[in-house]
């Protein structure tokens, strides 16, 4: 089974130590990537989130690329809390990730209406699940359509967001994703990822396909 380790920092140079740390530890064996989350807030820009730079996103691959062996796997894992997501993905694609993921949480609030103040101990939180699936969806369709490396395969999508069943992981593919990763989904229902790929087996079979004939249909 491989392992991906999810890291985060709070600045550049942080990054590319826990990317160190990684590589240069006996833990190093077990690891076969690293899932760069740029969702996090950077400490010297206020608490701005990496992801909406570009061109920190670039520099943070770049640097998490350098501390690294070619044989681990650097995953970008891209925050949907932009405008336009082919701009952080190709910045990613420019820093050397080998492949991208997304999306990550979108941020959100709710209201405590007999306090009159926000619900959550941090004010704002990131919103999951169902009803994340169309933005995801959406993000992923605009990187195949519109970046090379995505269509062509040279760098993959892995596509995330409020899949909770075999439809949803479908969309995404359809979409132009080559796996797909779950989060919330799977604190409901331990059993989430047996139960999707059974769906997902049965629904080829049934076409008489493989499931990579099913990237990108939708385009
Ligand atoms: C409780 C919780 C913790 C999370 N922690 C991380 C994290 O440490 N790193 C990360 O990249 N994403 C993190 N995420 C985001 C998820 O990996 C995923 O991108 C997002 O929730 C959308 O997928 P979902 O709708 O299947 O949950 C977290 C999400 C939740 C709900």
Redesign the pocket.
Known sequence: MPVIV?I?ASTVREFGEVAFYLSNNDSMKLISGI?V?V?CPNIKKGGAVFGSDPGLVEQIVRTVKKQVSSSMVVIT?LSPNVTDICLPARAAIAGGTDAISM???LRGMAIDIDTGKPFLGNKSG?L???A??PV?VFMVYECFKNIPECRKGKVPIIG????STWHDALEYIMAGATAV?????W?ISPDIFKKIYRGLKKYVETHNKKISDFIGNAH
């Open positions: 999810n985060s899932e989350n969702s894992k999306i990550n949480t990131g999951s699940g169902p994340i699936k995801g995330i967001g409020g899949i990763g779950i989060g919330t989904a604190f």
